[in-house]
């Protein structure tokens, strides 16, 4: 089954590509007010006519079944931030379905090296995904001076979705949860890694008061983590989403993440409590599932 999954999937990408090519192209050459009037709006449909093909599928040849609780904020004239524990790629395919259509395109924080991927990175690229630069502290003990340009770099391309509603969907964790990974950061959560607060107070600081509320989902697996694989080959059967409005505090969006340290450290001991609370209603749902 998965080999079938994965030929319908490459056929209806490339399908799709031709015409996302096209309309990239036509991007390109357009002035930026034309291409936002001709050509973006296109690319976005081409985009979500692709997630909806996989959605079909999960949902009707699959037959996933949802509990999804907590969707009571929705709107396409709103802006959203929105962030999630992040398990799997499946992670990806479970926002869509739960947003797709009830609130702007989803755009993810995408990581740079990602932008090279085949007609996927383009796409990301033409629908003005913001890509991520993380340096390691390797290259930073020999490049100093490049010490917060990541953090900058993502409030410049955050600074862009002031101009129409958008939401802007982060994996504080910065990684795909693994047992190797959780117990090399000796994290303090059962469930979770470390949440990462650079690049959530740099998207809300970008925009200001677009954002009133971060959008919390908790995904939660019960029959175990599906790979992509295993979604493909319809091992992937169940899914819970629980979903919590927290309303950010006004004064996050001013001042400076990087120079206030009094900020920066009340910003990341918000996160943190959220994180704590996340990571009980993981374990509550992991024990009413067994």
């Not at 609130?103 to 995408?110: A, G, T, Y």
């Not at 085949?118 to 993380?134: S, T």
């Not at 990974?181 to 994290?187: I, N, T, Y």
């Not at 989902?217 to 989403?241: A, E, N, Q």
Request: charged content about 20%; proline content about 5%.
């Amino acid at each position: 089954m998965g080999v079938i999954s994965s030929v319908a999937l490459l056929m209806n990408t490339l399908f799709l590509g031709v015409f996302l090519y096209s309309f990239i192209l036509l991007r390109i050459i357009l002035p930026a007010r034309l291409a936002a009037i001709f050509a973006n709006p296109v690319i976005t449909g081409i985009a979500s006519l692709w997630v909806n093909s996989i959605l079909w599928w999960m949902n009707n040849v699959y037959k996933v079944q949802w509990d999804i609780q907590g969707l009571d904020r929705i709107g396409k004239k709103q802006w959203f931030l929105i962030t999630a524990n992040h398990q799997s790629w499946v992670d990806i395919f479970v926002l869509y379905n739960t947003y797709l259509g009830k609130v702007p395109l989803l755009k993810f924080f995408i990581k740079q090296e990602l932008a090279y991927v085949p007609i996927v990175g383009q796409a990301w690229w033409a629908l003005d995904f913001p890509f991520m630069r993380r340096y390691s502290k390797e290259y930073l003990a020999k490049h100093p001076e490049k010490a917060g340009k990541d953090l900058e770099e993502t409030q410049k391309a955050c600074e862009k979705f002031s101009r129409m509603p958008t939401s802007v969907m982060n994996f504080l964790e910065g990684t795909r949860y693994t047992g190797s990974k959780h117990l090399g950061q000796q994290s303090p959560y059962k469930h979770l890694l470390k949440p990462k607060a650079g690049g959530l107070a740099f998207a809300i600081q970008a925009l200001g008061d677009k954002f009133t509320a971060l959008t919390n989902v908790t995904i939660h697996y019960p029959d175990g983590i599906p790979t992509f694989w295993g979604m493909m080959c319809g091992s992937f059967k169940r899914c819970v989403v629980r979903i919590e409005e927290c309303p950010i505090p006004p004064h996050f969006s001013q001042g400076d993440y990087q120079k206030d340290e009094s900020l920066r450290l009340e910003i990341q001991q918000w996160v943190s409590e959220l994180w704590e609370q996340k990571d009980k209603l993981l374990d509550s749902l992991e024990k009413s599932a067994s």
